[in-house]
């Protein structure tokens, strides 16, 4: 087959394909008059009327309405991890905090609950000290941004709630952490 034969096959199959990529479909048939009834699915899209694709894109939200998601999406992060025997927040988890004591800060009537934990190593006792001293260093983080004490409560339940059984090192890592509970 030469390349003009080629051509002229290609320009009779491209537009066969690109009508049957959106292409509508009824689920009732045409009556004699040529009018459909019945409701009509389209593939491809969602189409409004008139053919236009709805839907597709987001929509533009101001600088303000951006900085809200953002800080909702970092307060639904509510775990601020630690490193082994350290009870010191990581910079890391610094935006975490910021977020929570911003909401917590335009809403001075709601209260939260930062549980302390640490993994099984080390003592029972020894513990429950750690977990406090990483409960303590989230609230004074807090505290600094102007969370009232008052909306604060503080408890550690050391190694006694893990949240990984697999007595791993990523498993030590999950099980070292502090927890912001509304």
């Known amino acids: 087959m030469n390349l003009n034969k080629l051509f002229k096959a290609m320009l009779v199959v491209v537009p066969v394909m690109a009508l049957g990529a959106c292409s509508t479909t009824s689920e009732s048939e045409t009556d004699a008059s040529g009018s459909t009834s019945g409701s009509t699915t389209t593939t491809g899209g ?3 009327s ?3 694709e709805t839907g597709g894109v987001a929509p533009i939200l101001t600088p303000e309405e951006q900085q809200r998601v ?3 999406e970092l307060r639904a ?3 601020i991890y630690f490193d082994f025997d350290r009870s010191e927040v990581q910079s890391e988890n610094a935006a975490i905090i910021q977020a929570h004591g911003n909401y917590l800060v335009e809403h001075p009537n709601v209260r939260v609950l930062i549980e ?3 993994d099984e190593r080390g003592t029972p006792e ?3 000290a750690l977990g406090e001293r990483r409960a303590k260093a989230i609230a ?3 505290q600094s941004m102007g969370v009232q ?7 550690s339940y050391g190694e006694e709630k893990p949240l990984d059984f697999s007595r791993s090192e990523s498993g030590f890592a999950k099980n070292r952490r502090g927890v912001l509970v509304y």
């Open 149 to 155: 004490p008052s909306q604060m409560s503080v408890v």
């Open 70 to 72: 953002e800080q909702e």
């Open 116 to 118: 302390g934990h640490a």
């Open 77 to 79: 992060q509510n775990i």
């Open 50 to 52: 008139g053919g236009v």
């Open 140 to 142: 004074k983080y807090l």
């Open 46 to 48: 969602e189409y409004g």
């Open 126 to 128: 020894y513990n429950i």
